[in-house]
């Protein structure tokens, strides 16, 4: 939208160095182009930019040399000033990030010497050095911004003023969306089932301490796809993103220690905890899901074949049965309407829609109930739902009314874009600068030559 003349690289954010994008070596001595405060930029950083850029699938035929570099000098004032002002970025916090790139690294590329190799790097220690100081600046950037924009707010007055001042001819378009609810009915595991697991890892465990090998107990019965042919093994510390159950058991070992069977979204697990190092543990684990049986799948269809048919008998309307039926609780108490995981709202649009769902929904009518659809999810399992379409929105020009949520996240961000212009163009005066003649013709979007 022309209206909305935002900084494209204000926008175009490089918060972290991926290590999963090919860095070619350099073949050229690095030339300092700019001091910003502590911090200076190369002419190597720049072309990095255009190596990730283009690795993102983005078109940079008409990004310019100079649009990137100016990106790279609000990078370092923002870093420079997040010393200022005291944000700290702790080593420590630095390679817990390190360490869980490495860790998906390691899962895709297949061992850390292979990681190694693949960045042309002589050993672990030098491959963690060449990210260490980028990964730590682009944090402080991150909490930098975080920061400039975290008291900026917007009122419903501010709102209608900033959508009133777009001209006609430039108010967007929203495509075409809908408002989407199902009904789900899970098929029940039987005691009988949840019982055959328990002991069969209670089994694996006595094993274990009678002196089997845990590495190939968990290659040959754990259903953990992830881990289940590298024995079973994790190395997590309190922030990697585990469910809570399995975190609470793995902090809760000595080293050397066998849990119990514990239960999460995902079945029974039992770990044993190989090292503590710090905040940080290594272990192995094995899980094993509780299977439905087919008397219980078909139990379940007939569940949702009943419900399916009162609502379309006006029985009972589609809302109050997910109400009283559905077994999915996160959309139950709201008559089985989905939000939208990017915006938690219950509109989807349909050109950003998960294609799966789009199937499942497409060629429905306003309030149709689909057939019973038999779906799965990895820590659901199989499930039957049926879905509806509770409203549908064709392509239009916005309204305030109808598209407020909308336009309020179009004006909060043009208002958070203005405080930063105002915070760049004051700090820029307050802190020593200095451009390479190479770069002094550069039209920039900020005064950093100081003119």
Request: glycine share 4%; proline share 3%.
């Amino acid at each position: 939208m022309k209206f909305i003349k935002n900084r494209i690289f204000i926008t175009l954010l490089f918060l972290t160095s991926s290590l999963m994008i090919a860095q070619p070596k350099k073949v050229k001595v690095d030339g300092v182009v700019a001091v910003v405060g502590d911090y200076v930029v190369l002419d190597s950083d720049i072309d990095l930019d255009y190596i990730t850029l283009k690795a993102q699938g983005v078109d940079v035929s008409q990004i310019t040399r100079c649009e990137l570099f100016g990106k790279q000098l609000e990078d370092k004032l923002y870093a420079h000033q997040a010393i200022q002002d005291s944000i700290v970025v702790t080593d420590a916090e630095v390679n817990s990030f390190l360490n869980e790139q490495l860790d998906a690294a390691v899962e895709q590329i297949g061992s850390i010497d292979k990681v190694v190799k693949y960045y042309n790097k002589k050993n672990v220690d030098e491959l963690r050095s060449h990210f260490f100081d980028a990964v730590k600046m682009n944090k402080l950037t991150s909490q930098m911004r975080n920061k400039i924009v975290e008291g900026v707010t917007i009122t419903p007055e501010e709102v209608r003023t900033f959508f009133n001042s777009i001209p006609k001819d430039e108010i967007p378009t929203f495509g075409a969306e809908m408002e989407v609810a199902q009904i789900v009915v899970k098929p029940v595991i039987t005691e009988e089932e949840k019982k055959r697991v328990i002991d069969k890892l209670n089994e694996i465990k006595q094993d274990v301490l009678n002196g089997s090998s845990f590495f190939s107990k968990a290659v040959l019965f754990s259903e953990d796809p992830g881990s289940s042919s590298n024995g079973g093994f994790y190395k997590m510390n309190r922030k990697t993103a585990f469910v809570k159950e399995f975190k609470d058991v793995a902090f809760s070992l000595a080293e050397g220690e066998i849990s119990d069977p514990f239960e999460t979204e995902f079945g029974y697990h039992i770990i044993k905890i190989e090292k503590i190092k710090g905040q940080e543990v290594e272990l192995r684990h094995i899980l094993i899901a509780p299977k439905v049986s087919p008397q219980a799948m078909k139990d379940a269809k007939e569940k949702i074949e009943q419900i399916r048919s009162k609502i379309v008998n006006n029985e009972i309307t589609f809302a109050d049965a997910a109400k009283s039926s559905s077994d999915q609780k996160e959309t139950r108490n709201n008559g089985g309407v989905l939000l939208n995981p990017r915006t938690m709202e219950p509109r989807f649009e349909l050109t950003k829609m998960d294609p799966t769902l789009y199937a499942q929904v497409s060629s429905l009518k306003d309030n149709e109930i689909s057939l019973p659809i038999l779906d799965e999810e990895r820590g659901v399992g199989k499930f039957y739902k049926i879905i509806t379409v509770n409203n549908r929105i064709e392509e239009h020009q916005a309204d305030f009314s109808r598209d407020y949520i909308k336009i309020k996240e179009l004006a909060l961000r043009d208002k958070q874009v203005k405080e930063i212009a105002k915070w760049t163009e004051e700090k820029i005066n307050e802190t020593y600068i200095k451009i390479s003649d190479d770069y002094k013709d550069c039209d920039f979007v900020n005064n950093w030559l100081k003119k």
